[in-house]
């Protein structure tokens, strides 16, 4: 059974980088395309970025092109989402999820709470 | 992108209802469209798949349909469980978007 943990809450300064992990158990990390999605307090999902597989390449939403970086450690089956220049509007919960089935997103990580603050 | 519209915002029911919640894509997406419940303080929780797949686990009081660009979520018979927020999302194409949310609430 796949199960996802992600690291614990961050608290960081504007113009900071977090860099948030997503630990992979019950299949390897090379198994699994992996994608982030996001939800600021009160708001929707948001889709950030993730893994397409017929590409072989990693696909980042425009809205955070050259500020997002995701990347994996098959050694340790984590995954990692790094978000640099950050704002108070970044200021969110930040997921991991994967399609095991095919395209939607059955397994997702329990969020990470991201808090951007002077 | 495709832009995903979610119908009604809010919906006020009873235990016991029927009720149906929309879901508009601006452009075609096949029936490449999940639907999601979400409580709060939780991740959110795979209900439907391939806009009519009924997830394993998931009530079969849950169910999908439409095809193209219009799309349902029906709960035939609530529950207390099922108030709660409700997301569709398309995964036709990149980016993947999601609808703004419904949000069932107790009447």
């Excluded at chain 1, 994967?98 to 808090?115: R, S, Y």
């Excluded at chain 2, 391939?50 to 169910?63: D, H, I």
């Excluded at chain 2, 193209?68 to 409700?86: K, M, R, V």
Aim: net charge negative.
């Amino acid at each position: 059974q796949v199960q996802l943990v992600q690291s614990g809450a961050e608290v960081k300064k504007p113009g900071a980088s977090v860099k948030v992990s997503c630990k992979v158990s019950g299949y390897t990390l090379t198994e699994l395309s992996m994608h982030w999605v996001r939800q600021a307090p009160g708001k929707g999902l948001e889709w950030m970025g993730g893994f397409d597989p017929e590409d072989g390449e990693t696909i980042y939403a425009q809205k955070f092109q050259g500020r997002v970086t995701m990347t994996e450690d098959t050694s340790t089956d984590t995954a990692y989402m790094e978000l640099s220049s950050l704002r108070s509007e970044d200021t969110a919960v930040y997921y991991c999820a994967t399609p095991i089935g095919g395209g939607a997103f059955d397994i997702w990580g329990q969020g990470t709470m991201v808090t951007v603050s002077s | 992108d495709i832009q995903m519209t979610q119908s009604p915002s809010t919906l006020s029911a009873s235990v016991g209802d029927r009720v149906t919640i929309t879901c508009r894509a601006s452009q075609s997406i096949s029936s490449w469209l999940a639907w999601y419940q979400q409580k709060p303080g939780k991740a959110p929780k795979l209900l439907i798949y391939k806009a009519s797949s009924l997830e394993s686990g998931v009530p079969s009081r849950f169910s999908g349909s439409g095809s193209g660009t219009e799309f349902t979520l029906t709960i035939s018979s609530l529950q207390p469980d099922d108030f709660a927020t409700y997301y569709c999302q398309q995964y036709n194409s990149y980016p993947i978007t999601f609808g703004q949310g419904t949000r069932l609430e107790i009447k």
